[in-house]
């Protein structure tokens, strides 16, 4: 069983920048592939980034791509969404997810444990 809380959420002007966290407790970390995911209201939760088990691969949506990053700390059990250029249609709930299988997948369906999410508003 993994444990995932995020944090970093909030409200922040277009253009601006936050940074989320997801704190991962319980099972090794380091043994997951962990991804990022958003869904705002009214529509289905969508793919934001992912990265694989060791940090080394890399995969984001288009629609954030040059924007965000994702990057992880595994002797922290941390994962990091860094966000840039927000734009107010970034505003969702953020939630992370890992995958033990290890593989960096985009669908919801890939990953088995899921976080609380936290808010992150764009104002214009």
């Known amino acids: 069983q993994v444990q995932l809380v995020e944090s970093g959420g909030g409200l922040v002007q277009a253009g601006g920048s936050l940074r989320l966290s997801c704190a991962a407790s319980?099972?090794?970390?380091?043994?997951?592939?962990m991804g990022w995911f958003r869904q705002a209201p009214g529509k289905e939760r969508e793919f934001v980034a992912a990265i694989s088990w060791s940090g080394g691969n890399t995969y984001y949506a288009d629609s954030v791509k040059g924007r965000f990053t994702i990057s992880r700390d595994n002797a922290k059990n941390t994962v990091y969404l860094q966000m840039n250029s927000l734009k107010p249609e970034d505003t969702a709930v953020y939630y992370c997810?890992?995958?033990?299988?290890?593989?960096?997948?985009?669908?919801?369906?890939?990953?088995?444990?899921w976080g609380q999410g936290t808010q992150v508003t764009v104002s214009s």
């Open positions: 319980g099972r090794t970390f380091s043994s997951y592939a």
């Open positions: 997810a890992a995958d033990y299988s290890g593989g960096v997948g985009a669908r919801v369906g890939d990953y088995d444990y």
